[in-house]
């Protein structure tokens, strides 16, 4: 397993031309944009952990039906003089050119140390570092979450933790504009113009909880503070005392998750305040409001046993048979009443009743973006199972309980991102994408063009380089291609005659 997990993988600045089998749809026209650690050695110095190695993004491009590979590395990483970017800790990488409103430049994650909260400017098109970012500058948080959101507008709305600023450890929620407000200077930047959108005190000065997302609905935002806890004393020694970052985060399995609801109109959080058993939740799925309640789901695990496996001293050869978690992660739904009576108003927390539990062993949960704080039918998830390693992709849907599944021997498919086709009318009328590597090292990797809607594979792309395991990413599409105006109809008409879905399971 260190052939997949634990060697450097070398930058790659070069296009590298991909070998298609399949044909790619004339509609899809853009650069697949992944971030994963790459890089897990500087100098004499090892990462212990798989999440603390260097991020590393690679790239797709796709351009009429034909594709090409490219890699690069976070500045930290070629000079070991700056301070190093961990992939686990969290800001998000700006991108610079042409991209579709809801994304604002960004990719979702990439690196930044603790101590060093810094946000790199990417190229899209040649991956080099622009310009790096000290956004404390701009906002009072230590560190941020992987998942920000965006609306219709490119505004991002993403969470930070403050940590003991002015005697006090906060959740920060914070908003970055898509552009400079009216009236303000030209020629500035946005993250000058930052606001802070509300703030939730933590539960604990020194051990607030970690958090990798959190949900959104139309009006309000959910935080979940649960019992897998940063430790902010070892954080602090971490360093000279040569711990990693992992070993800083406990899991208090006798401790409650507290669900905190903020009203975005208001900008406060709602007086409904509840609480249910421990879990650990690095993915939100998506969340709505209906019938007077905000539904929420999440991937949850009963313990943080996930993060123990991927230690790079547990990242043998047996990995996959000798290595299991102890919880496997479980899609589930929660219901929060908004309208509450003055009897539980008055009261300080009350529990939740368990959650309806939808599927078991998945995870990187994707959902079709433009539904993303709606009412939605279909989850797209790489699914696991007692072992943390992806082995399929799966489309579950919400209404019907049925499943449709990709897997191939030796394969290893990465989060699975959703493109919509232009002028969709159904929530899954689009494709997969999917980067995949292989344990067998006669089989090249490969890009995973698959029909959303049926899980047929539509084509692939193989490239013959020393592609990493990633975790996630997004998709820019070409906004001047006239090719997205194309062929839409007629491949429609097409899928909708020819293509036999896959049989439910």
Known sequence: MEIIYGRNRKEQLEPVR??????????????????????????????????????????????????????????????????????????????????????HGSVEKTSSNLRDQLHQEKSTKTLETLEKVDYRKYVAV????????????????????????????????????????EGKKKGKSSWKHTEVFCSIPSRSLLSPSYYHSFGVTENYVIFLEQPFRLDILKMATAYIRGMNWASCLAFHREEKTYIHIVDQRTR???????????????????A???????????????????????????????????????SVPTLRRFAVPLHVDKVMASKEWWGLH?????????????????????????????????????????????????????????????????????GAKDEDDGVILSAIVSTDPQKLPFLLILDAKS???????????????????????????EAKKQATSEEQRDRASDCRGAPPT
């Open 268 to 286: 406060q959080p709602v007086q409904t305040k509840l609480y249910t058993d421990p879990m650990v939740v690095f993915h939100h799925v998506n």
């Open 455 to 481: 899980f047929t594979e539509l084509a692939r792309a193989s490239i013959d380089v020393d592609m990493h395991m990633d975790l996630h990413g997004l998709f820019i599409p070409d906004m001047d291609s």
């Open 354 to 422: 368990p959650p309806s539990h939808f599927l078991v062993g998945l995870e990187l949960p994707r959902v079709n973006y433009t539904h993303n704080g709606k009412r939605y039918r279909y989850v797209f998830a790489a699914g696991v199972q007692w072992s943390p390693v992806p082995t399929k992709i799966i489309k579950y849907d919400i209404l019907t309980k049925s499943s449709l599944k990709w897997t191939e021997t030796d394969c290893w498919p990465a989060e699975p991102l959703f493109v919509p086709v232009p």
């Open 142 to 181: 230590n560190l941020a979450t992987s998942h920000p959101h965006y609306d219709e507008a490119g505004n991002v709305l993403n969470m930070g933790t403050s940590i003991v600023e002015k005697g006090k450890t906060k959740y920060v929620i914070f908003k970055i504009p898509a552009t400079v407000p």
């Open 18 to 103: 991909a070998k298609v089998t399949g044909k790619i749809p004339a509609w899809l026209q853009g650069t697949l944009l992944r971030n994963g650690p790459g890089m897990h050695t500087v100098g004499e110095s090892r990462y212990n952990h798989w999440f603390d190695g260097l991020a590393l993004l690679h790239s797709f491009t796709i351009r009429d039906g034909e594709s090409a590979h490219e890699c690069a590395a976070c500045a930290a990483a070629k000079d070991p003089k700056l301070t190093s970017f961990s992939y686990l800790t969290h800001t998000c990488p700006r991108f610079h050119g042409k991209l579709p409103d809801q994304h």
């Open 288 to 326: 709505y409001e209906e019938d007077g309640c905000i539904v929420f789901d999440v991937i949850a695990y009963e313990d943080n046993s996930l993060y123990q496996l991927f230690y790079l001293a547990n990242l043998n050869r047996d990995f996959q048979e000798n290595t299991k978690l102890t």
